[in-house]
């Protein structure tokens, strides 16, 4: 059997993460590896104990979670941890902020159980969790704030074709609706995301959209 996913809960709200906590050690596949009701703190346990994810709120005492998440999975960081913004603030600036200091994925606190756990697995396995809502609506919002100028297609190191899947993985696409678009397998696909990944160092599919923003790929 595998070993079961460890995940560090931080959040202020007793009451909530009290409810997170219980949601996710009824999994038979997860284990509560701490919990924690400050940034500050979320960063030394998180550091003691390198749990599979950290579910991290936003708005906390003593250290704010875009801070321990920069932190914890920020760019300079030599053994980055896995962080899911979990928040009740549906505000593009956080959600912007939160993916560029490196965190894996962001959900609302008002997402149901499965979409929770859903996230936690997605994240724990190395993949991406953005909704595609929240995706496109950052690009309309930050794609002309955030593209640094005189920044051109041609001068990225990839491919007609693989900068053709980095146009679609910022608007937002699975890779199973990248294959319909593309008319290719997603198994093609997983491929060219791979090596897109590695062509521009970057970590995961959120740090892809992130850089598709800055070079001006977002429509």
Known sequence: MNAPLRVLVCDDQLLVRTGLVTIIGAQPDMEVAGECGDGRTGVELARALRPDVVV????????????????LAGIA??????V????????????YEALRVGA???LLKDAPPDRLLHGIRTVAGGAALLDPDVTRRLV????ARIRPAGDRARDIPLTPRELEVLR???????????????????ETVKTFVSRILTKLQLRDRVQ????????????
């Open 56 to 71: 991290m709120d936003i708005r906390m005492p003593v250290l704010d979670g875009l801070e321990a998440t920069r932190l």
């Open 77 to 82: 960081v030599p053994d980055p941890v896995k």
């Open 84 to 95: 899911l913004v979990v928040t009740t603030f549906n505000l593009d600036e956080y959600v």
């Open 104 to 106: 894996s994925g962001f």
């Open 140 to 143: 309309g919002h930050y794609a």
């Open 168 to 186: 679609l993985l910022a608007d937002g696409l699975s890779n199973s609706e990248i294959a319909a678009a593309l008319v290719i397998s997603q």
């Open 208 to 219: 892809a959209v992130v850089y598709a923003y800055r070079h001006g790929l977002a429509a």
